[in-house]
């Protein structure tokens, strides 16, 4: 799974530590507001606010939000030190999968996109959380991976499956990031590790 890695450095001790950045942010995530506890199916499901468009935003939402930003600021650390190759660590891509052919969109873009209120021009890009590049070539990927934070905590960590707005309808975010970067796509999550499809 993880045997790309080279140099002095074991696939194991990489596995480990990315595992153990997913189980600090669940820790870390669910202490600002549960003290020394997860939180429960209910409160997982309460709407805490809505977004810019009015759509509700439940608990689990905001909690995985967070968690992901906590996880991602520690595999920065683990993968500067472990990984002697290059990463990319949520960055978008335009796919065109008639083509065969990705891009990647530059997080100034991205953020004067989001700034306008140009959405409509990110629909069918794809942005996972880890990008594990084998060499210098920054748009194919050896091993991508993405972050799961179920809430609550006994749910299985699923990949997405695009619904009928998307560009990639019926297909899983992991047949669609394996298809457009390569390599192979894994999931991580607190209570299961690392894994390609939970069971």
């Known amino acids: 799974m993880l045997a790309l890695m080279q140099q002095d450095h074991d696939a194991d001790e990489l ?15 669910n202490a600002r507001f549960f003290l020394d506890r997860p939180p429960t199916r209910q409160e997982c499901g309460e709407v805490v606010e809505k977004d810019a468009c009015g759509k509700p935003v439940t608990r689990a939402m905001r909690l995985g939000k967070q968690k992901h930003v906590l996880a991602l600021q520690c595999v920065d650390q683990v993968l500067k030190e472990l990984w002697p190759a290059p990463f990319s660590i ?5 796919y065109y999968p008639h083509a065969r052919m990705v891009e990647a969109v530059s997080k ?7 700034a306008e209120g140009c959405t409509e021009e990110l629909r069918g890009t794809l942005k ?10 920054l748009l194919k990927g050896s091993i991508i991976l993405d972050f799961k934070f179920p809430c609550p905590v006994e749910n299985t960590p699923r990949w997405t ?10 297909s899983s975010q992991q047949h669609v990031y394996q298809e457009a970067l390569g390599g192979e796509a894994l999931l991580i999550s607190p209570r299961i590790g690392i894994t390609e499809n939970p069971k």
């Open 15 to 29: 596995a480990d530590r990315l595992v153990q950045c997913a189980r600090q942010a669940e820790r870390l995530g």
């Open 108 to 114: 100034k873009e991205e953020a004067r996109l989001i």
């Open 90 to 94: 949520e960055q978008r891509y335009r």
């Open 161 to 170: 499956v695009y619904g009928g707005n998307s560009i990639y309808v019926g």
């Open 128 to 137: 996972p959380d880890v990008v594990l590049h084998a060499d210098r070539n």
